[in-house]
């Protein structure tokens, strides 16, 4: 008699395969799909969905006072880009693992205190972090290279890298002491990897003088959530939170690069340097790039 397996009962591919039944297993290009796994995915997305949502609807209040006005074209592209980086956060932290799932969302063996933890701290960080911007200092400060002169933004940008750096400390501990030698290196290679790269990508911008660098909330809120990705409560105040600042940052202001142009076109720029103000000659220099001309 052949074993019975579903996807329910695995966590990995991998898992699925070595139990699955002999039929699974009699080609070499068998794969047994774990259809529970997609089913956790497309939770995952109506749950960053309704955050936006929710983060839309502060809007309508002014919290906060600036946020961008959207069409349907743009809210159809901010919801390709939650999932596209929201399936990111939900691979990294293994929310497609049943245990994983389980311990953040269900109250299995009596924790109804655990399973709340999350969607209570994931919504209420929505209009809580959007309330920020009614608190003048706070208003006024972003991550740019602009913002980032002044006294009172470079206090609060090393008191947020200071809250940020000791919380992924506590992760990399937690994942050195409850891991292998290979499990700990796995977890801080691959996110190692990514903040070298986004550390270079930086980089590039600033050293660019076509560029300016603009690092959005979402954007940190988003990488911070890659980190939280083990069964316990500081890991999940963690994702709840980074989480809420991703989907509010999007909700309020939509997706937006790490950088935004200088010089409206590239072929401007020479004569700017030239120091040529005149509007004529700027206008012919803008003219070279655009497929219809300005008119003055």
């Not at 409850?178 to 986004?198: E, H, I, K, M, Q």
Request: one cysteine or more; a neutral charge; glycine letters at 6%.
């Amino acid at each position: 008699a052949s074993m019975q397996v579903t996807a329910m009962d695995v966590s990995t591919g991998e898992e699925a395969l070595m139990a699955a039944p002999p039929r699974a297993l009699a080609g070499r290009h068998s794969h047994v799909i774990p259809p529970a796994q997609y089913a956790r995915l497309g939770m995952w997305f109506l749950i960053l969905i309704a955050g936006y949502c929710i983060a839309r609807f502060v809007c309508v209040f002014h919290i906060p006072h600036d946020c961008h006005p959207v069409d349907a074209v743009e809210v159809l592209y901010d919801f390709e880009q939650l999932c596209l980086l929201g399936g990111w956060i939900s691979f990294w932290v293994g929310l497609h693992h049943r245990d994983r799932w389980r311990y953040l969302f269900t109250g299995e063996g009596g924790h109804w205190t655990r399973a709340l933890l999350f969607p209570v701290v994931y919504v209420g960080t929505i209009p809580v972090f959007g309330s920020l911007d009614l608190i003048p200092v706070l208003s006024r400060f972003s991550f740019t290279s602009a913002s980032l002169s002044s006294a009172p933004s470079v206090i609060i940008c090393l008191v947020v890298v200071a809250l940020v750096l000791s919380l992924l400390f506590w992760h990399f501990a937690v994942a050195w002491k409850t891991n292998p030698t290979t499990g700990f290196l796995a977890y801080a290679g691959s996110r190692g990897l990514l903040w070298l790269f986004y550390v270079i990508y930086i980089s590039c911008i600033v050293s660019n003088e076509d560029y300016a660098f603009h690092i959005h909330h979402f954007f940190i809120g988003w990488l911070c959530s890659l980190f939280a990705e083990f069964n316990h409560p500081i890991s999940t105040v963690l994702l709840a939170i980074s989480t809420g600042i991703f989907v509010q940052g999007i909700g309020a202001y939509n997706v937006a690069p790490e950088w935004r142009r200088i010089y409206p076109y590239p072929s401007a720029r020479p004569a700017l340097h030239r120091g040529a103000w005149n509007v004529t000659e700027l206008v012919e220099a803008l003219n070279m790039s655009l497929r219809h001309p300005v008119v003055v």
